[in-house]
């Protein structure tokens, strides 16, 4: 057993399960440790590097989350055999999404707590009072530099993607981002999109209205069915590998390797949607995709819809060196949908750290709101799949009722619900429940409102 040599940096700010994290991630990412080799025990390596057992247990369960180690129990942890992509898991319950998913007017609550608006009122005052000049002109078809910049920085500083200001087109959402890449791909004489089922249906219908042949791909426990994807023809796969929705699976680092290597073996491209990455209520986000390409294969796309309001509609994404040139040479044809002003406001919110701020309050607040809907849905023994992620539960319901009117029940009691078919049970109805949406204070009532209406 090789031991884990480390030393820390007190003064860095970094907590210490961090760098414990990212000492033993990058010795298997370089191949020092091998696959199914085992690593000390938490004591054993508490007491060797004079650390609590908490701190190696932190650092031990996030190295598991992202798939680098695995915890046999009674034996010990190991290198997972996931890196070298071996790995098999089996396929989750079949759950695909219902055709009308999407097309819901339900009043749902609205919880103001969850944004920080007067912070975001001042950003906008000073743009308006301070830099008026900047919006006599129109926005930059590409997005506003100094936003561009802001997210430059902050994909590098927490989701592990090296990002030029140049490589990133801003967008009004993301079915607007699929528009640019529909003509980007055309460029490529690329045809065919395989897609995650279940997956993102709006995607999934704007590459089809765009004339591409949609594949079909499964969605297994550890993410897309890589060896289902096409070979020998030049595609592209669109994922999300951090938070698969509505499955909330997370692919592993293994599977990640996988992934790339199939794009770069067959001229292909990975579409990643980071979806709700940040929400990640257990460890620290799990690096994006992106950050582990090396051959400029991934397409990196995020939004800030979940993390500041969803009327925000400001949306990005990363191009590969070689799309981003194709991407140049056709800007001009498009005028930029976003609000230059909402831009301007964005990238000094993001400047003053109000952001990052935010997000670390927003983690907090859902983590509580997660643990209180579980809880009363446990008591009303409605089955729901806890992601740690996210703000979606999947929940499992046995009822003669339909969809419909499990639906229009939950409106009802002002709960948004989204529908979710279980096919492998004509019984139990599956519905992505927006927990995020209700007040702290109310989550207990509601959710016992909603099962007294469910029976």
């Known amino acids: 057993m090789k031991p884990v040599i480390i030393l820390f940096n007190y003064n860095s700010g970094v907590p210490l399960y961090i760098q414990l994290y990212e000492n033993i991630k990058n010795s298997i990412a370089m191949g020092e440790r091998a696959s199914g080799?085992?690593?000390?025990?938490?004591?054993?390596?508490?007491?060797?590097?004079?650390?609590?057992?908490?701190?190696?247990?932190?650092?031990?369960?996030?190295?598991?989350?992202?798939?680098?180690?695995?915890?046999?129990?009674?034996?010990?942890?190991?290198?997972?055999?996931?890196?070298?992509?071996?790995?098999?898991?089996?396929?989750?319950?079949?759950?695909?999404?219902?055709?009308?998913?999407?097309?819901f007017d339900y009043p749902y609550l609205s919880d103001l707590?969850?944004?920080?608006?007067?912070?975001?009122?001042?950003?906008?005052?000073?743009?308006?009072?301070?830099?008026?000049?900047?919006?006599?002109?129109?926005?930059?078809?590409?997005?506003?530099?100094?936003?561009?910049?802001?997210?430059?920085?902050?994909?590098?500083?927490?989701?592990?993607?090296?990002?030029?200001?140049?490589?990133?087109?801003?967008?009004?959402?993301?079915?607007?981002?699929?528009?640019?890449?529909?003509?980007?791909l055309s460029k490529l004489n690329i045809s065919t999109v395989s897609v995650e089922t279940p997956g993102y249906l709006p995607v999934q219908r704007i590459f089809a209205d765009d004339g591409f042949t949609i594949n079909h791909i499964p969605v297994e426990a550890d993410g897309i069915a890589i060896n289902m994807l096409p070979t020998n023809i030049s595609s592209a796969v669109y994922v999300s590998p951090s938070n698969q929705f509505p499955t909330g699976s997370i692919m592993p680092v293994g599977r990640r390797y996988s992934l790339i290597k199939w794009a770069e073996d067959n001229d292909s491209y990975i579409i990643e949607d980071d979806y709700d990455s940040e929400l990640r209520y257990f460890?620290?986000?799990?690096?994006?995709?992106?950050?582990?390409?090396?051959?400029?294969?991934?397409?990196?796309?995020?939004?800030f819809s979940s993390t500041l309001f969803p009327a925000i509609k400001i949306s990005y994404m990363v191009l590969p060196k070689k799309l981003a040139e194709i991407f140049n040479t056709i800007k001009m044809d498009y005028s930029q949908t976003c609000s230059k002003a909402e831009q301007l406001t964005l990238a000094l919110f993001m400047e003053k750290g109000y952001y990052q701020t935010g997000i670390k309050k927003l983690r907090k607040l859902y983590s509580q709101k997660l643990s209180l809907a579980l809880d009363a849905l446990e008591k009303g023994a409605i089955q729901a799949a806890n992601t740690n992620s996210g703000i979606t539960l999947i929940l499992k319901v046995k009822s003669k009722r339909t969809v419909d009117e499990l639906c229009d029940r939950a409106k009802e009691v002002g709960i948004q619900v989204v529908p979710v078919?279980?096919?492998?049970?004509?019984?139990?109805?599956?519905?992505?429940?927006?927990?995020?949406?209700?007040?702290?204070?109310?989550?207990?009532?509601?959710?016992?409102?909603?099962?007294?209406?469910?029976?």
Request: hydrophobic share 35%.
């Open 421 to 455: 078919s279980l096919i492998t049970d004509q019984d139990t109805k599956a519905l992505a429940f927006y927990y995020n949406q209700i007040p702290l204070d109310q989550i207990q009532d509601k959710i016992e409102e909603l099962i007294d209406k469910w029976k």
């Open 283 to 303: 460890g620290k986000p799990v690096q994006a995709l992106s950050g582990l390409d090396n051959y400029g294969r991934v397409i990196y796309l995020g939004s």
């Open 37 to 103: 080799e085992k690593l000390p025990s938490l004591r054993e390596l508490a007491e060797d590097l004079e650390i609590s057992v908490t701190t190696v247990s932190a650092a031990y369960n996030q190295l598991a989350v992202e798939g680098y180690i695995v915890n046999r129990p009674g034996s010990g942890y190991y290198v997972s055999d996931s890196i070298t992509g071996l790995s098999a898991i089996g396929y989750m319950d079949e759950l695909e999404l219902e055709e009308d998913w999407e097309a």
């Open 113 to 184: 707590s969850c944004f920080d608006f007067n912070k975001w009122k001042k950003c906008s005052a000073e743009i308006l009072n301070d830099h008026p000049g900047l919006l006599l002109f129109e926005s930059d078809p590409q997005g506003e530099l100094v936003l561009r910049q802001e997210i430059a920085r902050y994909l590098r500083t927490f989701r592990g993607v090296n990002a030029s200001p140049d490589e990133i087109v801003i967008s009004a959402g993301t079915q607007q981002t699929t528009l640019h890449l529909s003509r980007i």
